[in-house]
């Protein structure tokens, strides 16, 4: 009874799940996109057809098929197919899945293919557990993450793997995706500006753009228009998270921004971190040294500019203090750009480790009572009495000669 049950509302289950899942492609033939990968006589789409699909990871934004990716492997092969969400698996689970795959191979022959979703998710000890199989070939593992799988991912297991990164679809690929699924909803039809709408807010995920599609036609009237569709789409994709790698991301875009004289650029990518949650105190801090890193001496009143803005974060707080760093950002953008300070302490830096802190001469060390009795102090020259101190090298003899700050001729960083 339970068995027919269960049959009933499998058979019931497809007819109502959302249009995602019911045109979730089942061959190579109709998968759409990620041409990088799975292109004509690619190794992917090869190992794919004749069922040698070695140990993987398919990494990449929402949407953009890598759970698909692994279930057209599961239709065409012939090796058993076992399928865990790292979200609700234990290594218990693993553990099962392991013998299984061992009793398989040894009374039929039979290989075990393990797709593991969100593999990031599982901790040390549960990657652990799978080193050993993997290694032996006992199972071949598929993973699929949103996140870089070098940061997530144990590096003894990623270097036996393979690794797929999957894109964002393309706009031409988005529009074929919404063109299937308005056949399939039947009954609707939409034109070109809305089925470009659909597009440009489902920002590169498939799943998106035929959810978008989906609630947009049930509350057309036969035609889907602009309208329906901003009414189906008022959660715009943002694909920043401050937890995930789109932080190192969105962060290095930022500053390479500033650092190009591009405020729009700076701008853009500070309200897409402030959107997804970003610490304020984090983006303060990475302005503040990116005035000494990048602006330097060109413009001083930068790192003033900066720390300013860091101080209104903790006295003004979010949401307002969204202003002064976005003030604060527009200004380093703007602001003439010199590296000359952070060259100057790396070679000095780089001196010091090669000549372990090479000693200051006689003449400028502690010349106080004790150390002139060593004779330290001897033969300085105060500028301040005779200008003839401006023209001493001051460096230890070692090094006398080597020079480290050079002025770039920007802004107020003269070469004078």
């Given at each position: 009874?339970?068995?027919?049950f269960s049959d009933a509302a499998g058979q019931r289950a ?73 979200v609700s698996a234990s290594v218990k689970d693993v553990r ?242 010199s590296n000359a300070s952070y060259v100057a302490l790396r ?70």
């Amino acid at each position: 009874m339970g068995d027919l049950f269960s049959d009933a509302a499998g058979q019931r289950a497809g007819a109502i799940a959302p249009l995602a899942q019911r045109l979730r492609p089942r061959t190579l033939d109709d998968f759409v996109g990620q041409k990088q990968v799975l292109g004509e006589g690619s190794a992917l789409r090869r190992a794919i057809a004749e069922d040698r699909v070695r140990s993987s990871i398919f990494y990449g934004p929402p949407g953009t098929g890598k759970t698909t990716l692994a279930r057209i492997v599961a239709a065409s092969t012939g090796s058993a197919f076992e399928e865990l969400s790292a979200v609700s698996a234990s290594v218990k689970d693993v553990r099962e899945v392991i013998a299984r795959a061992r009793e398989r191979l040894g009374t039929t022959g039979t290989r075990t293919i393990l797709f593991l979703d969100e593999i990031h998710r599982f901790n040390k000890s549960q990657q652990d557990a799978l080193l050993p199989t993997v290694e032996e070939g006992l199972i071949t593992l598929i993973g699929a993450t949103t996140e870089n799988p070098y940061y997530e991912v144990n590096a003894a297991l990623m270097s036996r793997m393979q690794l797929y990164e999957l894109e964002s679809l393309s706009e031409d690929d988005l529009r074929e995706i919404v063109a299937r699924g308005a056949a399939e909803l039947g009954g609707v039809s939409i034109g070109d500006a809305a089925r470009d709408l659909v597009v440009a807010r489902s920002g590169g995920d498939a799943r998106s753009a035929l959810n978008i599609l989906e609630v947009a036609a049930e509350t057309a009237d036969g035609e889907i228009t602009e309208q329906h569709v901003e009414d189906a789409a008022r959660k715009r994709p943002i694909r920043y998270d401050k937890t995930s790698d789109a932080h190192y991301d969105y962060t290095s875009a930022f500053i390479k921004s500033i650092r190009g004289s591009d405020p729009d650029a700076a701008v853009y990518y500070l309200a897409a971190m402030l959107e997804g949650g970003e610490d304020a105190r984090f983006i303060a801090r990475r302005m503040i040294v990116h005035a000494s890193e990048d602006i330097g001496n060109a413009d001083p009143r930068a790192l003033l500019v900066a720390v300013a803005a860091a101080q209104a974060v903790e006295h003004v707080g979010l949401p307002e203090a969204r202003l002064n760093l976005a003030q604060a950002a527009i200004y380093l953008a703007r602001a003439p750009k010199s590296n000359a300070s952070y060259v100057a302490l790396r070679e000095a830096q780089a001196d010091v480790r090669e000549h372990g802190n090479a000693e200051p001469p006689d003449a400028l060390k502690d010349g106080s009572y004790y150390g002139s009795r060593l004779g330290h102090g001897k033969g300085y020259i105060y500028p301040h009495d005779d200008p003839r101190g401006f023209d001493v090298d001051y460096l230890p003899d070692a090094l006398k000669g080597r020079t480290y700050y050079r002025p770039s001729g920007s802004g107020e960083e003269t070469k004078d």
